[in-house]
């Protein structure tokens, strides 16, 4: 947990490494059962790569795929724009409910991509800054997660880990009479306290005429003829430079990092700045020496002419033209993006779809390292520069979102109507229990690639490693505390506090536990971890005289509903992420507006706990 929250190291090099010490760790101090097999040796410690609920977890991101693949969604989301700029509101209010809706029966993220470019034409329009509308629709899918048992991956690895220990699976519609309520009271909360509670930030039509003042982390290469050469820093700041934050200056094998007192600029150095979009594109009207390379400046003044000979007057026109065809734009990394896990310099933007990178913003995070050498992850937020009609070609690819810059409605692809069907009879054919979810989610998702919704190299990007990763080796380390007695002890701890011995508080008191739990962790991770530790308390506890269901099924529930509680830090949830772009959002933004829903949660809970269960 310690690691996950430090950062310092990727996801996936932890659960490597968390599986790694659990193997030796089951090697070297066996725990047999009575018949003398060892409950921890390699076979029990790697299933969990083979657990059918994390198969269905993959499969049904390799089915959101599809969809956005296909676009299969927009003529829906078509339907609830109203032409009328003065009832746009009314446009936002729809797609934020439809997104809750449709959650529950479907991963949250390709939802939230595709809202996304929708909801902006609409927030520009009304003069609303994005940074009141992106994070309450991510946490509007988040709410609509809560209410069915594919609505979250997490359900679905809670409802596994109890099947796993003995206990009966849930059902597709188990959670949805309590996860309903809580998603209604949350929604309340987002439509009409959360914008309020939410920064000014992000394109309003206002700064998209002057600039806006988020940062992107861009380079300057001092050439030999520059103008900034001989240029000495002034109280740590470059005269030339008074509306840009030099990071760092790279020279030779050198870093020389801030305060620059009497540092002076020579050639061959490169300075990492951070600068807005404004400064940037007034720097490379100017000075585009600083922030192009020879190739990219062919590339950016290259024209698409067929002028002849000596007319003058038409090449001087068809420059002009292309000049004001130019526009700055600004593009997400979309979670199954070819362009994750790749550097800049071998994305090869301005050679495949003509556009050049001019800087990057990574969350809240400012990235000191080259721009071309920097790994793009799935959020990251890329400032780019092209013709009108290479930044709409970007549209046309599932590998990004385009935030501004140009707009053009996409046409519904062929294979839409066909994307639809599929998604429609998996999740009709598991709602009414035909089939198990993991069979109906596998077979949706093969049948996507065999009727060519996507192809395999798209099915395959779709597989978030990360998700495997973590969830594998916390599927591990789950039983490993199972098997070893730690699941036990961590109950026993629980149940020594105050009021222990009564079932509303236990309940209410692990709800709190989950929820702060998994805004520090993810919320997989942290729905496999206390699972376990929640039948162990229900055993503690004991059979409770007057109840409609278990207590197990009820601590279970809690155990779902808190880990999706991810509203309070963007790394609780994958939805969070892709809104931190978009909305420029900080971390603190996160915990000031999503604690406060978190609160709201659990006191819904409380009484759903005592009245609908019938808790005391």
């Known amino acids: 947990?310690?690691?996950?929250?430090?950062?310092?190291?990727?996801?996936?090099?932890?659960?490597?490494?968390?599986?790694?010490?659990?193997?030796?760790?089951g090697q070297a101090f066996p725990v047999f059962d009575e018949v003398g097999v060892n409950q921890l040796n390699a076979q029990s410690i790697l299933s969990g790569f083979s657990n059918p609920s994390l198969i269905a977890v993959l499969a049904l991101l390799v089915m959101g795929q599809g969809m956005i693949h296909t676009d299969s969604l927009r003529f829906l989301t078509n339907l609830l724009v109203i032409e009328d700029n003065k009832f746009a509101w009314i446009s936002v209010i729809l797609i934020l409910i439809f997104v809750m809706v449709l959650s529950a029966f479907m991963n949250n993220t390709p939802l939230v991509i595709i809202a996304i470019p929708v909801i902006q034409p609409l927030l520009h329009s009304m003069k609303v800054?994005?940074?009141?509308?992106?994070?309450?629709?991510?946490?509007?899918?988040?709410?609509?997660?809560?209410?069915?048992?594919?609505?979250?991956?997490?359900?679905?690895?809670?409802?596994?880990?109890m099947e796993e220990l003995g206990q009966a699976p849930f059902s597709f519609f188990d959670m949805t009479i309590p996860g309903s309520i809580m998603a209604a009271v949350g929604f309340v909360y987002v439509l009409l306290v959360l914008p309020k509670a939410l920064p000014e930030r992000g394109a309003s039509i206002k700064e998209e005429l002057v600039g806006e003042k988020t940062e992107f982390v861009a380079e300057l290469d001092i050439a030999e003829d520059s103008k900034l050469?001989?240029?000495?820093?002034e109280d740590g700041n470059f005269p030339s430079l008074n509306d840009m934050n030099v990071k760092l200056i790279q020279r030779g094998g050198q870093l020389v990092l801030p305060p620059f007192s009497d540092h002076v600029i020579e050639s061959g150095d490169i300075l990492i700045v951070a600068a807005t979009r404004h400064v940037l594109a007034r720097l490379l009207s100017t000075h585009p020496g600083y922030l192009l390379s020879d190739e990219e400046a062919e590339v950016f003044h290259g024209a698409d002419t067929n002028n002849s000979g000596d007319d003058e007057e038409s090449e001087d026109r068809s420059i002009l033209e292309n000049a004001q065809t130019r526009v700055i734009a600004k593009v997400m990394i979309t979670p199954?993006?070819?362009?994750?896990?790749?550097?800049?310099?071998?994305?090869?933007?301005?050679?495949?779809?003509?556009?050049?990178?001019?800087?990057?913003?990574?969350?809240?995070?400012?990235?000191?390292?080259?721009?071309?050498?920097?790994?793009?992850?799935?959020?990251?937020?890329?400032?780019?520069?092209?013709?009108?009609?290479?930044?709409?070609?970007?549209?046309?690819?599932?590998?990004?979102?385009?935030?501004?810059?140009?707009?053009?409605?996409?046409?519904?692809?062929?294979?839409?109507?066909?994307?639809?069907?599929?998604?429609?009879?998996?999740?009709?054919?598991?709602?009414?229990?035909?089939?198990?979810?993991?069979?109906?989610?596998?077979?949706?998702?093969?049948?996507?690639?065999?009727?060519?919704?996507?192809?395999?190299?798209?099915?395959?990007?779709?597989?978030?490693?990360?998700?495997?990763?973590?969830?594998?080796?916390?599927?591990?380390?789950?039983?490993?505390?199972?098997?070893?007695?730690?699941?036990?002890?961590?109950?026993?701890?629980?149940?020594?506090v105050p009021h222990g011995n009564s079932p509303l508080f236990i309940a209410a008191l692990l709800f709190l536990i989950v929820a702060l739990t998994t805004n520090v962790l993810t919320n997989n991770a942290c729905a496999i971890l206390f699972t376990p530790i929640a039948l162990n308390i229900a055993n503690e506890i004991g059979e409770v005289d007057g109840l409609d269901y278990s207590l197990s099924y009820i601590l279970a529930l809690t155990v779902v509903f808190g880990a999706n509680c991810s509203f309070a830090s963007p790394i609780g949830y994958q939805t969070n992420l892709l809104v931190m772009g978009p909305g420029q959002y900080k971390f603190r933004d996160f915990v000031k507006a999503g604690t406060p829903l978190v609160l709201v949660i659990w006191?819904?809970?409380?009484?759903?706990?005592?009245?609908?269960f019938g808790l005391s």
Do not use: W
Request: aromatic share 6%; glycine share 8%; net charge positive.
């Open 129 to 161: 800054p994005d940074s009141r509308i992106m994070m309450p629709l991510s946490f509007v899918a988040i709410l609509g997660g809560m209410t069915t048992l594919v609505g979250s991956s997490t359900n679905l690895l809670v409802s596994s880990t």
């Open 229 to 233: 050469i001989g240029e000495c820093a």
């Open 336 to 496: 199954a993006s070819r362009m994750v896990d790749t550097t800049i310099d071998h994305t090869g933007l301005d050679k495949r779809f003509g556009v050049i990178v001019l800087g990057i913003r990574r969350r809240a995070r400012v990235v000191r390292r080259r721009l071309g050498r920097i790994r793009l992850e799935a959020g990251d937020v890329l400032l780019v520069v092209g013709k009108n009609s290479r930044i709409n070609n970007l549209r046309q690819t599932s590998d990004f979102i385009v935030l501004s810059g140009s707009k053009r409605e996409l046409p519904v692809l062929r294979k839409a109507p066909m994307a639809l069907f599929i998604f429609l009879a998996v999740i009709g054919s598991a709602a009414l229990g035909l089939i198990s979810i993991p069979a109906a989610a596998f077979s949706g998702a093969a049948a996507m690639v065999g009727t060519g919704c996507l192809n395999l190299r798209q099915a395959t990007r779709a597989i978030d490693r990360k998700i495997f990763l973590l969830v594998g080796s916390m599927l591990a380390l789950g039983s490993a505390l199972q098997v070893t007695g730690g699941a036990e002890f961590i109950a026993g701890l629980i149940m020594t």
């Open 603 to 612: 006191i819904t809970y409380i009484f759903i706990a005592k009245y609908y």
């Open 1 to 25: 947990m310690y690691a996950f929250i430090r950062e310092k190291f990727s996801m996936e090099v932890i659960s490597v490494v968390l599986m790694t010490a659990l193997l030796l760790y």
